[in-house]
């Protein structure tokens, strides 16, 4: 069985779609929408961009000349507008256009949909709410799937599998997630949440709060009288970096022997904050990747003080992508760390997040990436120094001792 720290890891995993993302900020919008899947309990909205179809119609009004194609779309979208046989949503019908656009590009430009997905807040990295994950079970009843560190919730006492049947005086019993995060949304400050656990029920109250979402675990492992730091990082969210170096300190601090860095399952993030961890360990003299546009390509180095001196073991799959292939290639090439595992996923291709002024995102693919020493990763992945599959011994029982890659990383460190 896999721990809950695995499948929330492999959730974020999904959400975060294997980008390198720099985001684009204008201007706030508020919104809120749902899935009918586990999500965060969010209670505000994030951030919008004003642009798209606006660009197009100004410039037209200004008589401008615009390409035969795009005025092609706006011939086409006038008439739909003015002769479709119902009422036209045109703010729908931009935004499947561009969706539509975005699908003839390659597979990382794509249309993400509304600002506050939890796509969205797992890169951000915190939100404003109570700090739980739910989903319905085959009974339709709103179970708690997660609960996050130092949050309302977790303060409350609420664990996962509690089965939540009132929120104030409401039941919830047969409600789906969109019909129960309707409902939150409207609460205004602490409201109640009556749930159920080994089939005694028990009323908690609850208050929104900055919520900071958890992406980088630590701890030291001993083995043949040495002392081993591990980090495990499982997005590049904007506020990792901090995390990283927090735990990063507090683990050298423990004067550790070397240090294994876990980014399997990681399937990307910022760029900026891979560049950040980066520069942890290499003093600036260190180039760490290298961007190329349409127009230049440009060498980037690390912005860091010092070169650390331990051994560092990098572990890796099939599932390491884009900013995990960014940090793994940079310390592989320029400090020397060992990779084990499977060779990553190959994402060389950056992405920008555009909101539209209704809060909807569209993710473009802009630049490509290279090694600190011009490797295209791109379609081909990193091959780890020493390829080891995870044992299935592991999957049964999440223990470091069955984790093979684990041991192997180790033994690598200790040589």
Partial sequence: MKTREQKTAENIEKLSQSLDIKVNKRKETPTFKTKE?????????????????????NVVLKGQKVDDELQEFITNYDYIVNNYYKDVDKTDLIDSAIAGMLSTLDNNSAYVGGSDTDFSIYLEGTYEGTGIQVYNDDNKNIVIYSVFENTPASKAGLKAGDIIVKLNNKETTDMSISDFSDLVKKQDGTFKITYKRDNKEKTVELKVDTVELKSVYSKIIEKDNKKFGYLRTTIFA????????????????????????????????????????????????????????KESQHTYYSTGKETKKYKISILIDESSASASEVVT????????????????????????????????????????????KGKEIDGK???????????????????????NQLQKAIDVILK
Avoid: C
Avoid at 37 to 57: H, K, R
Avoid at 355 to 364: A, I, V
């Fill in 329 to 372: 290639s940079a310390l592989s090439e320029q400090y020397g760390a060992t990779t084990i595992g499977m060779k990553s996923y190959g994402k060389g291709t950056v992405q920008e997040l555009q909101t539209l002024t209704d809060g909807e995102q569209y993710k473009l693919t802009t630049k490509t990436w290279l090694t600190s």
């Fill in 381 to 403: 992945g990193i091959d780890p120094d020493y390829e080891v599959s995870l044992d299935k011994a592991y999957l049964e029982d999440s223990t470091d001792e069955n984790d």
């Fill in 238 to 293: 904007n506020n990792t970096y901090e995390q990283f170096k927090k735990e990063l300190n507090n683990l050298e601090k423990d004067n550790i022997d070397g240090l294994i860095i876990d980014l399997r399952g990681n399937s990307g993030g910022h760029l900026m904050a891979a560049e950040q961890i980066i520069s942890l360990f290499l003093d600036s003299s260190h180039p760490i990747y290298q961007i190329k546009s």
């Fill in 37 to 57: 899947v586990v999500f965060l309990l969010l209670l505000t909205s994030v951030i919008g961009l004003a642009m798209g179809g606006l660009v197009t119609y």
